[in-house]
């Protein structure tokens, strides 16, 4: 999952249909940073953007048509069989990018002293991209700032219940550098990401406002439900197992106890008795 593959097709792309933005988004998922090698199955497009194969197959020539993908390196798939091969799609993230320069790197050619034409140009808040992660430091970042980056990870948490604490929480995590701000929306989206592959129920799923509070962005991702219903089955015959093979050392050992117990208490033989001068039950008495 390329959070910045997303992040453009969220805020840049230029589709027009919300049927195209879903597909685009599904590449996306599955795609690197640079947009490349993104091949999931139709059928796992037809599920995340709530619609037929068919209609998926369309999406997707509409989109390549539209130069919004296009078919990347298919060695990447020559391993799986013929009839079951995906294709690869490669997310062109130059698509529809504008040229226009930053109102900071504008030069004026005014004379000096003279009164600039731009002197109530405004910083404008850029919407969230990670383009600006590592590359080139944002300019006059705005308060909006944080408050997009909580609408767009609030999109992939699955229980949404107490936005607005949430949100405030979030945006105090990050101005107060508790966490960055890359590090605690990876997190985010990859907890998330896993309690919906994971099949929870949203019942079973921690808001996002508890989650920041308890700091769990350090917690190991979320398992499978189906998985942890496995392992309360193996831990359950585990546990039998453990029952009967006491049960069983018990059983040997009171065995042993009492063949000890019959070895040191054998009913006196009639020689022993008879040469002791006592006559056995039922017997006559011996005579000396």
Request: contains cysteine; proline residues 7%; hydrophobic residues 40%.
């Amino acid at each position: 999952m390329s959070l910045k593959v997303i992040t453009w097709v969220l805020y840049e792309a230029p589709v027009t249909t919300q049927s195209h933005l879903l597909v685009l988004l599904a590449l996306a998922d599955r795609a690197h940073d640079d947009g490349s090698a993104a091949y999931p199955a139709r059928e796992w497009i037809a599920d995340r953007a709530r619609c037929s194969v068919r209609s998926v197959a369309s999406h997707l020539r509409a989109l390549e048509d539209a130069g919004l993908i296009r078919k990347g390196d298919q060695d990447l798939v020559s391993h799986f069989r013929a009839d079951r091969r995906p294709v690869v799609y490669d997310v062109v993230m130059t698509a529809g990018k504008s040229c226009t320069p930053p109102v900071h790197d504008v030069q004026s050619d005014a004379p000096r002293g003279a009164r600039s034409r731009t002197h109530d140009v405004q910083p404008v808040a850029h919407k969230p991209s990670l383009f600006s992660f590592g590359e080139e430091p944002v300019q006059n970042p705005s308060i909006a700032r944080e408050d997009d980056w909580f609408e767009l990870v609030w999109t992939v948490w699955p229980k949404h219940d107490k936005k607005k604490p949430a949100r405030e929480k979030f945006v105090r995590l990050v101005r107060s550098k508790v966490i960055g701000l890359e590090v605690l929306v990876a997190a985010i989206r990859d907890h998330g990401q896993a309690y919906t592959a994971g099949g929870w129920d949203e019942q079973f799923v921690p808001g996002l406002l508890p989650w920041l509070n308890q700091e769990r962005w350090n917690d190991p991702l979320p398992r499978p439900r189906h998985g942890r219903m496995q392992e309360r089955q193996d831990d359950t015959l585990a546990l039998i197992a453990r029952m009967a093979e006491e049960d069983a050392r018990d059983e040997q050992a009171g065995d042993r106890r009492a063949v000890g117990m019959g070895a040191g208490h054998r009913q006196p033989s009639a020689d022993r008795v008879l040469g002791a001068g006592v006559a056995p039950a039922g017997g006559p008495r011996a005579v000396r």
